[in-house]
């Protein structure tokens, strides 16, 4: 019940910034080795694919949308490599909501969690846009 309170309010929330200026909305999604963790039946990792699933399908057409994942390349082994891995799959264009939904699905748990540099990377993403910026963190 709260996934879907948290999601429902960030609906609402986004849907508030699109109607009264321009917004950007960019996923970064936590693809690190603690996303494999279960909770009850599912995994973390496909819990927060769901919730991505259920928002983009609510993004008004026009909103440029981005997906940023982190830790899902370089394995745990290489942990300086681990430490920095974040990947901006998608760049902020109109949703396409099957190729960013099969891109989400594709994705695997695999590094370590670089959730402040993953951060600061997609603060550079938004350089040179004139909107509302929203960074949707899924973890």
Known sequence: ??????V?????????????????????LDASGSMAAM????????????????????????VPVA????AHRIPKSNKEGSCKDTELLVPFKPLDVATFSSLVDAIKPNGYTPIAYSL???AQD???KESQYVIILVS
């Open 39 to 62: 909770v009850g039946n599912e995994s973390q990792m496909d819990i927060a694919k769901k919730s991505i699933t259920q928002t983009i399908a609510t993004i008004p057409p026009n």
């Open 120 to 122: 600061k990377t997609a």
């Open 67 to 70: 997906l940023r994942v982190y």
């Open 126 to 128: 938004f350089v040179g």
């Open 8 to 28: 429902a309010s960030l609906l609402m929330t986004i849907n508030a910034f699109a109607q009264t200026a321009p917004v950007d909305i960019e996923f970064l």
């Open 1 to 6: 019940m709260k996934k879907l309170l948290v």
